[in-house]
């Protein structure tokens, strides 16, 4: 749980910030995409601005494409994926990532892993969950599945994408995530 400042003492505005969800799957499709959809219900509720939807196969290439897209696009902050994480021979998610990502956030990875710990004991050492930044957006992967999404968002992700958050949040720091674009 953040640590946050009682009420009324927080002064610190609430930033909604641009999302893109991208779901990796070989057998679903935006008609059957609950873990999309899962994402895309919390990311709004909680008030930020779905930025894009897009659904791939579980392809390395397809899927670091479609992460540069985005990265590219300057009305994308933060993706968020679904799928691809485990360690199956068709899991490349996080091996996609990897060919884009500039700076990791090993941090992510490892708290999902201990939350997702206290729901399903041991089988989370089968997740691959991670975050980075690549072009001054921040990238997160999630497993496929609705649990997976609904506690990557609701233990971690509202918070930290929360400009409000003390002591501190992703937020705050988007508008230094470029510097060293800027400055090379």
């Not at 971690?156 to 929360?162: C, M, P, R």
Request: aromatic share 6%; hydrophobic share 40%.
């Amino acid at each position: 749980m953040p640590i946050s400042d009682s009420a009324g003492e927080n002064d610190r505005p609430f930033l909604p910030v641009r999302i893109a969800v991208l779901t990796v799957s070989d057998s679903r499709t935006a008609a059957d995409d609950r873990s999309g959809d899962t994402l895309v219900a919390r990311l709004e509720a909680a008030g930020h601005i779905l930025a894009a939807r897009a659904l791939v196969p579980d392809d390395a290439g397809r899927i670091a494409g479609q992460l540069q897209d985005w990265v590219a696009d300057p009305g994308v902050d933060v993706v968020i994926s679904t799928g691809g994480t485990g360690v199956t021979g068709r899991d490349v998610t996080p091996e996609a990532f990897a060919a884009v990502i500039e700076k990791d956030i090993p941090g992510f990875g490892e708290l999902f892993r201990q939350l997702s710990y206290a729901r399903i004991g041991t089988s989370t050492i089968q997740s691959r969950a991670l975050g980075g930044v690549a072009g001054g957006t921040y990238l997160f992967a999630l497993p496929g599945s609705t649990g997976a999404c609904r506690d990557g968002w609701d233990d971690i992700l509202v918070h930290q994408l929360d400009s409000r958050t003390r002591p501190c949040n992703f937020v705050e720091l988007m508008p230094r995530l470029r510097e060293h674009i800027r400055n090379a």
